[in-house]
């Protein structure tokens, strides 16, 4: 399986050592390895048609790019692909996820190359992972905080094992702040009060004078980026918690 697998043009690249990191990771099914070796197969034909027309193209297992000179020819490419795939394959290519743009604008695996032909985390897996940290730091969970820290640990470790591959990884830094404030957002309504929250905040170690500004009638979001809780939960505080950021992982690599 690993020969046949491993075979066709991407299997060299960074895109194989993708899956390879994301399987490690527990975030790919176990038919996975079965489903790329019938894609091989079904499509190895694709892939020497694509090498006979002299383009430049990624594909990994159904998801290819293909890379042209300009829009026009992009147009023209996709439209005879399409209908050599739909004619000699006799497969329906999904139009709603088809399309042209400039490299920067498509992505491929959940990367993309930027305008200074880097490999950087795509916009759009950059969203899902912003809406999963909005789930996973609500503060209307019935789990302990050991429970939330744990949860968070397994899956940025997952994350991060995968889309590290990236060289360009200041996208994703530039989150931690943001990512930081939602969990300083979730333990201010889990300490439910003002009492909760002074009691919390000075086993924190905060000094009394700071916690005049905790009786407040401000929202969780405005006072999570306080100096309240910037001081009861620093970035010193959570680290050694275990509130791990990529930033933390990509230094013990």
């Known amino acids: 399986m690993g020969g046949a697998c491993g075979a066709g043009p991407w299997w060299k690249g960074w895109w194989w050592q993708a899956w390879k990191e994301r ?16 894609f091989r197969i079904y499509l190895d034909p694709l892939d020497r048609e694509l090498e006979r027309r002299g383009h430049c193209f990624s594909r990994y297992a159904d998801d290819c790019n293909i890379y042209v000179g300009s829009q026009a020819a992009a147009e ?13 394959l006799r497969l329906k290519v999904n139009t709603a996820k088809s399309g042209t743009g400039r490299v920067w604008e498509r992505k ?19 969203e899902r992972f912003k809406a999963r940290v909005r789930e996973m730091w609500r503060g209307c969970q019935s789990r302990t905080s050991k429970q939330l820290r744990d949860a968070w640990q397994r899956y940025v470790r997952g994350w991060w094992g995968y889309f590290r591959l990236a060289a360009e990884r200041r996208p994703v830094f530039r989150l931690e702040g943001w990512i930081r404030r939602h969990i300083r957002k979730c333990f201010w309504l889990r300490w439910h009060d ?14 009394p004078r700071v916690l005049r500004t905790v009786r407040t009638g401000r929202g969780a979001w405005f006072m999570a980026a306080t100096t309240t809780m910037h001081a009861g939960l620093s970035n010193a505080v959570l680290r050694p918690y275990g509130f791990l950021m990529p930033s933390d992982l990509a230094a013990c690599t």
């Open 108 to 126: 491929f695996l959940g990367f993309r190359l930027n305008r200074q032909r880097q490999v950087e985390v795509a916009p759009e897996s950059l």
């Open 76 to 88: 023209r490419t996709m439209a005879s692909i399409q209908g050599w795939i739909e004619k000699h």
């Open 194 to 207: 003002a009492e909760g929250r002074v009691n919390a905040l000075r086993r924190l170690g905060v000094h």
């Open 23 to 38: 399987r490690k990771a527990g975030r790919c099914r176990r038919c996975w390895p079965t489903r790329l070796r019938a």
